[in-house]
């Protein structure tokens, strides 16, 4: 038997008049009331009966966003930032995190993916194209990231190729030639998309790619990036730069760089990807490239919001604009 609305309640510590306030957004109910009954919804799957809300109101005014992980600082942006475009939206957001895996993503495109909500925002890591395809109904869904995504459906994702590839390129033009890239590769398309990028700026700038150069067998996480930068310092190998494919693993590579004495952007100059918080206040401050999550999130909920006004709108992809933010780990105090 599934969840009732008084189970609800119990779970919440709320009434049961309170519950259907937040289910119908209700506006005299306090944020910190509402999404106490938002995550007892959550924990307990419970789904309403929505054909007389939906004949009084035609929507549920709910918004999902199943995104990877939540540690992450990129998703943690990413996830506030939607949150923020949906409230000027008047939609509530209700958050899944599928730690990249099917289980968590299935639950995602079978339990969001229903008349609770309106809408989701979803960042596949693991779920093939063609079992999105198969999850599609009259929910609209905007899928993120660089995953192959199934013709019809609406999709945002940076150009991770150019991105890199103008990274890296930066770090050419700095005089580097003996740039270092450290990333999961295998496994991760994200990685496999920098890792190119990294690539054809070498080659169009008459460099070898050398593969004693790449560590690709890390997380992607402030301990990866030690790793792999403990590893290639202790292999010899020459390094005058080292382009990173997040900013954590850069956070981490710093860490190691400073505690082996070598001086950064003197020695090694270090570049992320994704421009963290975290990396505008390290020492040295890190260059990376800037995606324009604002943008990102603003038009997830856009494309959302046209396709309840139009179901047969043609689907979209959208680029997110990005920038090179250049700052002292390459360009020095």
């Known amino acids: 038997m599934g969840a009732r609305l008084k189970d609800v309640a119990d779970r919440a510590g709320v009434s049961f008049k309170t519950v259907s306030n937040v289910i119908n957004n209700h506006p005299n109910v306090t944020e910190k009331t509402r999404q106490k009954v938002l995550q007892a919804i959550a924990e307990l799957r419970y789904r309403p009966n929505v054909t007389a809300r939906s004949l009084r109101h035609g929507r549920s005014g709910f918004l999902a966003i199943a995104l990877p992980e939540l540690r992450s600082p990129y998703f943690?942006?990413?996830a506030s930032e939607i949150g923020a475009a949906a409230k000027r939206e008047g939609l509530v957001v209700l958050i899944e995190e599928t730690f990249g895996e099917r289980d968590g993503e299935r639950i995602a495109l079978e339990g969001l993916a229903s008349t609770l909500i309106d809408g989701i925002v979803f960042s596949p890591m693991a779920t093939p194209a063609r079992d999105v395809a198969a999850r599609l109904d009259a929910t609209p869904?905007?899928?993120l990231g660089e995953r192959a995504h199934p013709?019809?459906?609406d999709h945002i994702a940076v150009d991770n190729v150019r991105a890199a590839?103008?990274?890296t390129q930066h770090l050419l033009d700095i005089g580097r030639q003996r740039i270092a890239a450290i990333g999961a590769e295998r496994?991760?398309?994200t990685g496999g998309l920098r890792a190119r990028g990294y690539r054809q700026a070498l080659t169009a700038a008459g460099i070898d790619v050398d593969p004693a150069l790449t560590v690709s067998k890390i997380g992607y996480d402030r301990a990866g990036g030690a790793s792999a930068m403990a590893a290639l310092l202790d292999s010899g190998t020459d390094i005058d730069a080292v382009f990173c494919f997040n900013d954590l693993i850069a956070l981490g590579a710093l860490r190691v760089l400073r505690e082996r004495g070598v001086r950064v952007p003197e020695d090694i100059a270090v570049a992320g990807f994704d421009d963290i918080e975290d990396g505008r206040y390290s020492s040295p401050t890190l260059t990376t490239v800037s995606p324009d999550i604002p943008f990102l999130a603003a038009e997830a909920v856009r494309l959302i919001v046209r396709r309840l006004?139009?179901?047969d709108a043609p689907a979209t992809d959208v680029e997110v604009p990005f920038t090179v933010q250049v700052r002292e780990?390459?360009?020095?105090?």
């Open 76 to 78: 943690a942006v990413l």
């Open 141 to 143: 869904m905007v899928l």
């Open 151 to 153: 013709a019809g459906c």
């Open 165 to 167: 590839r103008e990274v």
């Open 187 to 189: 496994g991760s398309v």
């Open 309 to 311: 006004a139009d179901p």
């Open 329 to 333: 780990s390459t360009a020095g105090g």
